[in-house]
């Protein structure tokens, strides 16, 4: 069973900066199938990438990802009000899928 | 569009059985091959696949909870259901359904529901 880890737990970021969000794999995913999804308190997770670096249909260009193997990154090139939330890193090529614990991305 | 809605009790007993139902509508349930899972989130932590099941129905389920959970589905209905048993706290969650094909990411989930065990 694949686990994945997320970090950092929380980032304290102000509206306009950059950040990177990181996911490691316990063993070798295939590029292909991992995903990042947003999460906002009392709302259904969003598919943002999948692919690793696939953005989902009306996913801003802002929001990239990246890598292989075992160490993915989602990228936010700008921070907006509306992306202040939770990202889960997913792994759906193999069952059960993992999901990482996730990164609150939260308002400095 | 295909949208994706859960129900059921809002609250559990310790040891009885969670019961939940997602209702399927803007397509059908049997059309495609699609996957039809059950995911959950505690309070304050990440979320958790529990399961998934083929309008055909065949089934996967985590294998730390298989030996309690059962999905079914009922494609007259277009739905698919899940039954936890033997709950205790750790099982308060809300509880989403999703869709997804073989390989692919969940590309539709319902709102959520939020389920409590308590006495």
């Known amino acids: 069973e694949i686990v994945l880890t997320q970090s950092p737990g929380t980032l304290s970021m102000s509206p306009g900066e950059r950040t990177a969000l990181s996911c490691r794999a316990s063993?070798?995913?295939?590029?292909?199938?991992l995903a990042w999804y947003q999460k906002k308190p009392g709302q259904a997770p969003r598919l943002l990438i999948y692919?690793?670096?696939i953005r989902a249909t009306g996913i801003p260009d802002r929001f990239s990802g990246s890598g292989s193997g075992t160490d993915f990154t989602l990228t936010i090139s700008r921070l907006e009000p509306e992306d202040f939330a939770v990202y889960y890193c997913q792994e759906y090529g193999n069952s059960p899928f993992a999901f990482g614990g996730g990164t609150k991305v939260e308002i400095k | 569009q295909v949208q994706l809605q859960e129900s059921g009790p809002g609250l559990v007993k310790p040891s009885q059985t969670l019961s939940l139902t997602c209702t399927v509508s803007g397509d059908s349930i049997s059309r495609g091959d699609y996957y039809w899972s059950w995911i959950r989130q505690p309070p304050g932590k990440g979320l958790e696949w529990i399961g998934y099941?083929?309008?055909?129905?065949?089934?996967y389920y985590r294998p730390s909870l298989k030996s309690r959970v059962t999905i079914s589905v009922d494609t007259s209905k277009n739905q698919f259901s899940l039954k936890l048993s033997s709950v205790n706290a750790a099982d308060t969650a809300v509880y989403y359904c999703a869709r997804t094909q073989l390989v692919e990411p969940f590309d539709i989930w319902g709102q959520g529901t939020m389920v409590t065990v308590s006495s």
């Open positions: 099941i083929h309008y055909r129905g065949n089934t």
């Open positions: 692919g690793a670096s």
């Open positions: 063993q070798t995913i295939n590029t292909s199938f």
